[in-house]
């Protein structure tokens, strides 16, 4: 979204100082119409014009990825000299200062981020076909602050060094990332999207032991260390560590990117098997004792959706967006339930496997899921079982309200028929099922040919399914 500064003072009030890297600044924000909390990424445009492309393409990379681990992107504005980045804020800080706090994690604490890193790095690789290049302790933020680590959420930021690839084809060639955790194969000849699995095994060594496996006085001394010398796992630590962490990391590690395992296979490691961190209880945590089964619920939630007008399931996509993260936490457990692959999408497959789960036949699985895949693309998204998932009762005035901005991108106070034909543009995946027909869903049943105010909006998402 092109816009000037003028626009962006005034939709978000810009406030203290997160961070500053050698390119821009992080700056907390809120919105002007909500009250809802973002992070303000600022990045100067670079006068080279081969730097300024690869900034659209970081920023393009990221607005794509649609995933529970994957810190999100809202809204860009950009003038000659600044592109600005509204970003999901994260109030937990970052891994690196949670290490110097706690030195090193245990292997069950490890195993919970791990689980979540490998997971948006399997969506990252197989589904967006982008390798990160830069999995570190300080691109991995936590969403809440003052939770446990066991409940809380992780999220993979700075896409800076992101690159899309060519499955099956080592063509990558550009040298980047930071020292520590770069693969050996990096800066001598093409590799590929491997270099990020090497970085998630020197991330787990770290978690565990609160050091880098390869440390030397220079960059280039780290770098000759990764190439020759064998991945150190002696001492009193590691004759406690389990048999199972030990091979992971071997297997994560490998010097041979052909032979080192790729993000699906680690995320069926016996390692994650033993301490049975997938389970499903794992969204038990965040109901109550006399609350319903949160999977009946969704269930329930679901059935509705896929009674609800084409415009209606889009506006809940965006609506569920800007849901606060905990409001959110039993549909999130829900959908990684279901992705059994942990590739951040759902298919028919495993909408079918999870039947027992969400108390569905079979044949109503498979009639609901072409409901829930909006964009017709053969999967579920992240954000499209969020605003399938979600009871509209739990929506809040920050959603419906960025939900309404969004549609009424001209800024004229109401939704017309121009507006919806712009959605499918506008959305990040492209709804290439929703035709922006020229009438607008009221009541959620019959048309209206009028412009739609907020409260007719709001009337429109609330009413009863046609």
């Not at 950009?78 to 509204?86: K, S, Y």
């Not at 006085?217 to 009193?236: I, M, N, Q, S």
């Not at 395992?261 to 038990?284: D, H, I, N, T």
């Not at 712009?422 to 209206?448: C, N, Q, V, W």
């Amino acid at each position: 979204k092109k816009s000037s500064m003028h626009t962006l003072m005034a939709t978000y009030d810009v406030k203290d100082l997160i961070g500053k890297g050698a390119f821009g600044t992080v700056r907390a924000s809120t919105s002007r119409t909500t009250g809802g909390a973002y992070a303000l990424k600022s990045v100067r445009r670079p006068e080279d014009e081969e730097l300024r492309a690869a900034l659209v393409s970081e920023i393009e990379i990221q607005v794509a990825c649609d995933h529970p681990n994957i810190a999100r992107v809202y809204e860009v504005f950009e003038n000659p000299t600044w592109t600005h980045v509204a970003m999901e804020v994260c109030k937990g800080g970052d891994l690196f200062s949670l290490l110097q706090e706690r030195e090193s994690l245990g292997e069950t604490e490890a195993g919970l981020v791990m689980r979540q890193v490998l997971r948006a790095v399997r969506y990252l690789h197989g589904v967006r076909h982008v390798v990160h290049r830069d999995i570190k302790t300080e691109n991995l933020l936590l969403r809440y602050q003052g939770v446990p680590l066991a409940d809380n959420v992780v999220k993979v930021i700075d896409f800076g060094f992101a690159e899309f690839f060519t499955p099956g084809k080592r063509e990558l060639t550009w040298v980047c990332g930071t020292s520590e955790y770069m693969a050996p194969e990096i800066g001598y000849g093409p590799y590929d999207e491997k270099c990020d699995i090497w970085s998630c095994g020197i991330l787990l060594y770290e978690l565990l032991t609160g050091d880098y496996p390869f440390s030397a006085d220079t960059p280039a001394r780290v770098r000759r260390l990764v190439k020759v010398c064998p991945l150190p796992l002696e001492g009193a630590l590691w004759d406690s560590a389990s048999c199972e962490v030990q091979e992971l990391l071997l297997r994560l590690c490998c010097k041979d990117p052909l032979d080192r395992w790729s993000a699906e296979e680690a995320l069926r490691a016996p390692w994650f098997e033993q301490m049975e961190l997938v389970s499903p209880s794992c969204f038990s945590r965040t109901a109550s004792p006399d609350s319903p089964n949160p999977s009946q619920s969704i269930a329930e939630n679901l059935r509705a959706f896929s009674s609800c007008s084409s415009f209606q399931k889009v506006v809940l996509r965006v609506a569920a967006r800007h849901l606060d993260s905990p409001t959110l936490e039993q549909q999130r457990a829900v959908f990684e339930l279901l992705d059994k692959n942990g590739d951040g999408q759902i298919t028919p497959e495993e909408v079918e496997g999870g039947c027992p789960e969400l108390g569905l036949a079979p044949a109503e699985a498979t009639a609901l899921f072409r409901e829930l895949d909006v964009d017709g693309n053969g999967a579920v998204e992240y954000s499209e079982f969020l605003g399938a998932a979600i009871s509209r009762e739990n929506l809040t005035d920050r959603a419906y309200r960025e939900a309404f901005r969004f549609c009424d991108w001209d800024n004229t106070g109401a939704i017309s028929a121009k507006n919806i034909k712009e959605l499918t543009p506008r959305t990040a995946s492209g709804y290439s099922r929703f035709d922006g027909h020229i009438t607008l869903a009221k009541r959620g049943h019959g048309h209206m040919h009028e412009d739609l105010d907020f409260d007719g909006f709001v009337s429109m998402l609330r009413c009863s399914p046609r």
